[in-house]
Structures are given as C-alpha cells and as structure tokens.
C-alpha cells in the first residue's frame, strides 16, 4: 500500500538481513548484504527511502529528513528559512501527547529488559523474539488494567451499599498505592483480628509511602538531568541511558561540559581504573570552580 502511495522503496536504512524491507538496507552493525554501517553517513538524496528507525535515533532521523525536505524545496542553508529547520523537527516529535510517550516507553523498557535477562538482541529485534515475549506476558497474566478493590465496611452516607467498593488503579511511579498494598498485604506480620492492618502497620505503611515519595522525586530529577544531557550529547551522538553509571568514568562528563562551555577540557584518561576515573571527574569538578561560584 505504501508503495503504491509513495512509489516503489529503493532502500532500507535502519535493517538486517532478516528483517529489511527491500533489497537494499543500511545496518546498525555489519551483517550479510548491506551497503553501509552508518546510514546517516550516506547521502539519502534522490532515493525512496524506508524509514523505520530505532527510538534512540528518532530526533536524527526525523532532522535529517526534514532538512533534506526543506532544501529540496529550493531553501538552501543560506535562506533565512533554513534556520527553522531544527524548531520544525522539535513541534513534530512534541506534538504526540506526553502521557502517550511515558507509555510507549514504559513498554519498551520491558521488553528491554526480558531481552537482556534472556540475551536477546532487542534492537533490531526477531519477529519470533517479539512473539515470545508477547507469549510470556500472556502466560504471566501481565496486563495493563490491574487493580485492587477495597471495601468500605460500613458508611453512614451510603445506606444502600451502592458505594461499598473503591477501585484503586495499579500505577507506573515507584509510590503506587497497588503495589505498596499488595505489599503489606503479602509481607506485613502485625494484622488486626478481624483481617485488616493495624496500627502499627498503618504507620509503618505511611512511612514507607513518604520514602516511596522521596525516591521518587530524586528519580524524577535523575530522568530531568538525563533528558537534559542527552539534548547536548546527541550532537555527538551520545547517549545517557543511566546516570549514575554512564558519567561515572568522567569521559561523558567531560565531553558534556565541553559542549554545554563551548570551551576544550582536556583528553580524558581511559576510565579503566578507579584513579584514573577520580582524575577525570577531578578535571570537572577544577573547570566548573572556575566558571560557577560555590559558596
């Protein structure tokens, strides 16, 4: 259908040899058959292309074909139109609603993670690989609707039952009320006789709601500071997927600051040992006292 839309494809740039879509492809990493490694080291110009890239090369994708759209319009670099290019690229990947987005890649991040804990390859993925695992959380009773329902014994504003029962919704932040009460439920030792919590299972579960809450909220920046770095980094083509780890050599600090200054650093040490790590953070942490004030 596509091709009858938009004329026949001549290339596949993101594919295997398994999973390309025309008989020409540009790979990730070499396989059988392919014509490039890098895709947006070719010139894409004058061909059909098939474009189905993975989610972490979205935005460049996206940039490389709106750009190439653009001049082919007859707006070279030097119209002052060109430089709405890279705002043009932004309000096409922002126009998907957020809450769309934190879906998608919650699920993603699973079938992430079942891949690396059965040494998948989940990108490019194996249809048959996808198909299993869609198996597992079918067997595994996984479903996007759980939900926990509570019921009020007693209510003097209710006098016909018709309000006996609460829904509570299982949720995607780490102070979800299903999960936090499905662990009491489970892991509590100090219950009531009639079957419910008691006191001090009521404080304890308080407690540890407002830690749930604290933990979050440093999540919730870790994820900030990691967007935020990423939007500079993929200039270079680098990509933060955790932190704590990713920044811990100083390497991807060091190149950071470098693109954020606009100023040269140095050249890091390799990162291989725990000195050599220190030295590296060390030569940050010397550039930023002499750019930012502490007190």
């Not at 295997?16 to 080291?41: G, H, L, P, V």
């Not at 308080?206 to 500079?232: H, V």
């Not at 050599?249 to 040269?264: A, C, N, P, T």
Request: glycine share 6%.
């Amino acid at each position: 259908m596509l091709d009858k839309l938009w004329g026949k494809h001549t290339i596949d740039r993101f594919a295997t040899d398994y999973n390309t879509k025309c008989s020409r492809f540009n790979s990730k990493c070499w396989c059988k058959n392919t014509e490039a490694i890098d895709a947006f080291s070719q010139n894409w110009f004058g061909e059909n292309n098939w474009l189905v890239p993975p989610p972490n090369v979205v935005w460049l994708t996206l940039g490389r074909f709106v750009t190439e759209a653009v001049e082919d319009s007859g707006i070279g670099e030097d119209h002052p139109l060109h430089d709405l290019v890279d705002s043009f690229s932004s309000r096409l990947l922002d126009s998907r609603s957020d809450s769309t987005v934190r879906k998608y890649n919650y699920a993603f991040k699973k079938w992430k993670t079942f891949s690396h804990e059965h040494n998948l390859t989940y990108l490019p993925a194996s249809p048959i690989h996808v198909s299993l695992y869609l198996v597992h959380l079918l067997d595994s009773g996984a479903t996007y609707t759980s939900y926990l329902i509570v019921k009020i014994k007693k209510s003097k504003t209710d006098q016909y039952r018709a309000g006996d029962e609460v829904l509570v919704s299982k949720g995607q932040s780490m102070a979800c009320p299903f999960d936090m009460l499905l662990k009491y439920e489970k892991d509590s030792l100090f219950f009531s006789i009639d079957g419910g919590m008691s006191v001090r299972d009521v404080h304890q579960f308080e407690k540890d709601r407002i830690q749930a809450l604290k933990d979050e909220g440093i999540n919730i920046q870790k994820k900030t500071f990691t967007k935020w770095a990423n939007a500079y980094l993929e200039k270079d083509r680098i990509e933060i997927e955790d932190l704590f780890y990713d920044l811990a050599d100083g390497k991807i600090l060091m190149k950071l600051l470098e693109i954020v200054s606009g100023e040269k650093i140095g050249k890091p040490n390799r990162g291989m040992l725990r000195i050599q790590k220190f030295e590296n953070v060390n030569t940050c942490l010397r550039f930023l006292i002499t750019k930012v004030s502490f007190q």
